[in-house]
């Protein structure tokens, strides 16, 4: 299971270059708008130290990490939800994502260039956040609009049932976005939620804010008054904020691991910006991971928390979940403590869960099934 995340924000923010720091893919960063016009799209590792204590305890043949998926897409401008620059395409694109990485400039630089030609001395990350925001909002109010028109006549003339329930969530999305709001500030039901999720909306994805300042604050970025400003904008609408140095990120991706710790070291860090933000982007998808472990290989899944065993099984393989019987389960703390999984059995701590078992963060199973 991928995380599917898309890069976003002003045109020279640095998307691209955080884009290649996390993939070295080696997308174009140039120094002009719409530099990225077809969006990359780079399968990346998911850091996680246990995966290495389990390959250290069980010493497999291979160890698989899980993975998930960024995608860069093109600068945004003014007017985008009406077709500026490529605006549609952009959309589009923004459509088809799980999640909505957010990045922000948070730096002065006279060199690069802003949206419309304004320089540095025109910083202003709020702004920037609303200007974008404004083009999803929009972006969705015309598509509202257009399902409005569609869906009315119908619950009116024919009192559709299904027709009549999706009028009421028109009804309650037409005025906030209007407002300017987004559709992530509306509480849904349960079966409204599911009309919603029909619906496609750009703003009821989640949103991650990233920071991007110059090299030399990025250990003490609390100071910057714009990632101050940053963070009020973000608490407004309860979404995290992750401070990195997209050019940092990307020189740090060219090393190897001892000069890379060396150059965090220097840059006053304990941890890459890159780990900062699959973290947070983990936590904004609600997702986690479970192990399946044995002498042939380590792997790690993502699973989306909440999820039962026979989805977990599904995971791996359809046939899995189709012919689930049972899960033999253990978590990744008692093996620890216990060094095998005949000690864990030993010590009561092995369990065999069912169908209705939800699946928790750290858990190593091994699936029974019968097709």
Known sequence: M???????GLPNVGKSTLFNAITKAGAEAANYPFATIDPNVGTVEVPDERLQRLTDLIRPKKTIPTTFEFTDIAGIVKGASKGEGLGNKFLANIREVDAIIHVVRAFDDENVMREQGRESDFVDPVADIETINLELILADLESVNKRYTRVEKIAR???DKDSVA??????KLKPVLEDGK?????????????IVKQLFLLTTKPVLYV?????DKVADPDKLTYVQDIRTFAASENAEVVVISARAEEEISELDDEDKLLFLEDLGLHESGIDKL???????LGLATYFTAGEKEVHAWTFKRGIKAPQAAGIIH???EKGFIRAVTMSYDDLLKYGSEKAVREAG?????GKDYIVQDGDIMEFRFNV
């Open 157 to 159: 003339t024919q009192k």
């Open 349 to 353: 701590r092995l369990r065999e869960e």
């Open 182 to 194: 987004s559709a992530r500030s509306i509480e849904f039901t349960d079966d409204e939620q599911k």
């Open 166 to 171: 999706e009028l009421a969530v028109l009804q």
């Open 318 to 320: 359809s046939d899995f």
């Open 2 to 8: 991928a995380l599917t995340a898309g890069i976003v």
């Open 211 to 215: 920071a991007n300042v110059d090299e």
């Open 278 to 284: 699959t973290r947070a982007a983990y936590h904004l």
